[in-house]
């Protein structure tokens, strides 16, 4: 049943999201979900599986780092990531929440989830609608989502490695800890494969 995936309640889900966050975030959110539906619709991807991913998405990004630590203790995950805050936890963990709380049980949306803010070497179809959508939903306003979204119009894959190249390049400048998978993903998607001599 864990892969099963048909339809879901949309309304319980949608109230619990919206209890669990600011007005502010919540609108994000729904945009992230308009924005992966309309992704999943232009290259292919299951439409409910990634407006469950959008809605469910930062469902544990306001939450105190505290219940983040107790379940990195609590559930044998690498006490390294404990040097990381909310930007990486609340989706790698957060995942977790969702699954226990909202009862989401398709593990592709909760690994879309889980890989949402860090992206991955591997990632499927939906882990990068979830990725783009969170990049580039209507209430995003940086400098750059307007080439991101043209190139989201296109080429999905060159969103991914748009929007890691200007993540990383931004925690750069900024002196931020990079997570591994960010470097990971970089790596796989930004870097052109060498070139070898003939
Ligand atoms: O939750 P959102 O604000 O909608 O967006 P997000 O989940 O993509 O990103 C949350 C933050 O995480 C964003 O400011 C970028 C940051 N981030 C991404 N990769 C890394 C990271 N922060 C650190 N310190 N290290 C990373 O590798
Ligand atoms: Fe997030
Ligand atoms: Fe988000």
């Known amino acids: 049943m864990t ?21 502010k975030r919540f609108l994000h959110v729904l945009g992230v979900e308009k924005t992966a539906i309309e992704l999943a ?3 292919g991807g299951h439409i409910e599986q990634a407006a469950l991913a959008g809605l469910t998405h930062d469902y544990a990004k306001e939450r105190p780092d505290e219940e983040f630590e107790l379940v990195i203790y609590r559930d044998g995950y690498d006490l390294n990531l404990l040097k990381y805050g909310n930007a990486i936890w609340h989706g790698l963990i957060g995942a977790d929440f969702v699954e226990r709380e909202l009862k989401i049980t398709d593990q592709a949306v909760l690994q879309a989830v889980r890989l949402h803010t860090t992206g991955a070497a591997q990632m499927t179809l939906l882990d990068k609608i979830l990725y783009v959508a969170d990049y580039i939903e209507p209430g995003r306003d940086f400098p750059g989502v307007e080439e991101a979204r043209k ?10 490695a748009f929007e890691t190249k200007h993540t990383l390049a ?11 998978k960010t470097l ?5 998607w930004v870097v052109k494969p060498k070139q070898f001599k003939a």
Request: aromatic share 10%.
């Open 151 to 160: 190139l989201a119009e296109v080429d999905l894959d060159a969103a991914v």
């Open 170 to 180: 931004h925690l750069l400048e900024n002196e931020q800890l990079i997570y591994p």
């Open 3 to 23: 892969n099963e995936f048909t339809s879901f309640d949309r309304e319980m889900i949608m109230q619990r999201v919206q209890m669990a966050m600011s007005e």
């Open 184 to 188: 990971e993903t970089y790596n796989q």
């Open 41 to 43: 619709k232009r290259f």
